[in-house]
């Protein structure tokens, strides 16, 4: 078997040594067709387009994306080809619902007041979207919630309209796959039509794919005053974003979300279980992220706590530093583990 993998995936190196294959590694964005022509597996990540531009006359059988997203495999030309693609879906939800904690903990100790008079409407309420909505509801938030593809199949009880989200909450969380066209699209799904919707000055937080929301119409509500803040992990044309949103948003970080060590050891545990699974390999993988340096953490409260464990102002200020490093910083980020790696000690 030959493997090709994405160098930037994670814990990946000492565990496929487990399997008999022979194992080239490069980055993402450099796989050719040349490269993959005699590989039976591509192990990628979201920067490996995987299309029959790369993939015509190769025996390639499988891809395993070590992630939850999969708008970079076509997956329509892997259908006709007889190439099986699987995700990682849920891998890092928890890692974004990290995130989103930090994020809702910073606003709290900014605005000097818990969150519970807040409503918090979630665009896309798959593995994340429900993590989040849990966070929200302990923290006594209320919760809209918008889910087109699952109202249909679920029937409409517990989701709202778009609108709705739109017209009556105080943060609004995007969440959302990446669908251009089709019944539920959701490229630029935030544009001038949504923006007139907005009642409250919202902050508006995106952690899915920079795509949901045009950039140029987020910019206008900002100069309208129709949002309060903007809290953006995910941009159009990444890397290359807009210099000037990042100088703008409050929080501005380089895709890395999801990018907890555990998440990532979660991706690519099922990347590789999906390759024994697919040749019928008799073995399992069960990665698990190394510990953190200093796992008791002795604090005054949660709040300190929860940003002791990961502050997004760290990786906000990074990519303000040197934007043009946003894949570096992406491919050499450092561990970050979550909340269940630590024992936490509220000094009395």
């Given at each position: 078997m030959k493997i090709v993998i994405d160098n930037?995936?994670?814990?990946?190196?000492?565990?496929?040594?487990q399997l008999t294959a022979d194992t080239i590694y490069a980055e993402g964005q450099d796989f050719t067709p040349e490269m993959v022509k005699e590989a039976d597996v591509l192990i990628v990540r979201t920067r490996t387009r995987c299309d029959k531009m790369l993939l015509e006359g190769s025996r390639v059988k499988l891809i395993a994306t070590a992630t939850i997203g999969f708008d970079h495999i076509d997956t329509a030309y892997c259908r006709e080809a007889g190439i099986r693609w699987v995700n990682a879906p849920g891998c890092n939800a928890a890692s974004v619902a990290q995130y989103i904690e930090s994020v809702?903990?910073?606003?709290?100790?900014?605005?000097?007041?818990?969150?519970s008079r807040y409503t918090l409407g979630i665009v896309g309420v798959g593995n994340v979207g429900k993590k989040v909505a849990a966070l929200a509801t302990q923290l006594g938030m209320k919760v809209l919630l918008n889910d087109p593809p699952r109202a249909q199949q679920e029937g409409g009880d517990g989701f709202v309209s778009l609108q709705k989200i739109a017209e009556e909450s105080d943060i609004i969380s995007f969440h959302t796959p990446l669908n251009r066209g089709g019944e539920f699209n959701t490229f630029h799904l935030a544009d001038e039509s949504f923006?007139?919707?907005?009642?409250?000055?919202?902050?508006?937080?995106?952690?899915?794919?920079?795509?949901?929301?045009?950039?140029?119409?987020?910019?206008?509500?900002m100069d309208r005053q129709l949002v309060s803040e903007v809290i953006l992990d995910v941009w159009e044309n990444e890397p290359n974003i807009?210099?000037?949103?990042?100088?703008r948003v409050a929080i501005g970080t380089p895709h890395i979300a999801g990018?907890?060590?555990?998440?990532?050891?979660?991706?690519?545990?099922?990347a590789l279980n999906a390759v024994c699974t697919h040749f019928a390999i008799n073995t399992h993988f069960?990665?698990?992220?190394?510990?953190?340096?200093?796992?008791?953490?002795?604090?005054?409260?949660?709040?300190?706590?929860?940003?002791?464990?990961?502050d997004p102002r760290n990786d906000c200020d990074a990519l303000r530093q040197a934007p043009e490093k946003f894949e570096w910083l992406r491919g050499h980020y450092p561990l970050r583990r979550?909340?269940?790696?630590?024992?936490?000690?509220?000094?009395?």
């Open positions: 930037k995936i994670p814990y990946i190196r000492d565990a496929v040594s809702l903990t910073l606003l709290k100790m900014a605005r000097l007041e818990d969150l923006f007139r919707l907005l009642k409250r000055r919202p902050i508006i937080i995106n952690t899915g794919r920079g795509e949901v929301i045009k950039t140029e119409i987020l910019k206008a509500a807009d210099l000037e949103l990042l100088g990018y907890s060590a555990d998440g990532k050891a979660n991706a690519t545990t099922m069960d990665i698990q992220p190394p510990a953190p340096t200093h796992p008791v953490l002795h604090v005054a409260d949660y709040n300190e706590a929860i940003l002791r464990i990961y979550e909340k269940g790696a630590y024992e936490i000690v509220v000094k009395e």
